[in-house]
């Protein structure tokens, strides 16, 4: 599947003989996480087959990347109404207790090219690939452990993603979850 973006830029897989261009988060602590995840353990993760990176970048900078892998969501005993909530949007015969998912590990975007779209097309970049007809198995969620800085759930809330829990309320990451099917 490709993806649209600006002339001059290039979606790519990693691999292990791609050459990794800059990437600055802008924030020294993510910089220090998502950065140093993409430069000295993307290739790892994609090695020990745990972990897809995607790449958007142009011939001087890595514009935006992200991470995925297969995950699920599960029924919490505790937080029942929001299960309730994901069940209404799966037919009756077919609601369980736990779902199919993927994850969105890491999705950052280099400093220079923030609030351009990038990291809104790499998620529509995975929500498209769940949703082609060449699906390989069955996945119906898209999961991602936010970082709990307000402007970070405000992008993923203004995508659809939803709070999975109230317990990490004051945790250092949030679980969000995201129906594709809307
Ligand atoms: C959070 C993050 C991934 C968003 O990346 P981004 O590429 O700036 O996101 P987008 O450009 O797709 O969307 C950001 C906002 O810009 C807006 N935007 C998109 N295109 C735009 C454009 N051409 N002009 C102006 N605004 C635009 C979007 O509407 C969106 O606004 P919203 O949050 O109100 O919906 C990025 O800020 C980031 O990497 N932060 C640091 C790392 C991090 O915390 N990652 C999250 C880990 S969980």
Known sequence: MQLSIFRGMRFVRLTDEHLIKP??????????????FLVNNAR?????RMGVTYLIEDDNETVCYCTVLNDKISMSVDEKHIWNRINRKINNGKRRKSYPAIKIGCLATNIHYTK????????????QYLLSDR????????????????????????????????KDLT??????YFDICG
């Open 23 to 36: 990437f600055n988060c802008g924030d020294e602590q993510k910089d220090l996480d998502l950065a140093d």
């Open 44 to 48: 790892l993760y994609a090695k020990e």
């Open 116 to 127: 351009m779209g990038f990291a809104t097309k790499l998620v529509d970049f995975v929500r």
């Open 135 to 166: 699906q390989f198995s069955g996945c119906r969620f898209i999961t991602i452990d936010a970082y709990n800085d307000k402007n970070v759930l405000q992008f993923y809330e203004n995508y659809g993603f939803r709070f999975f829990s109230e």
């Open 171 to 176: 945790a250092n990451t949030r679980s969000m």
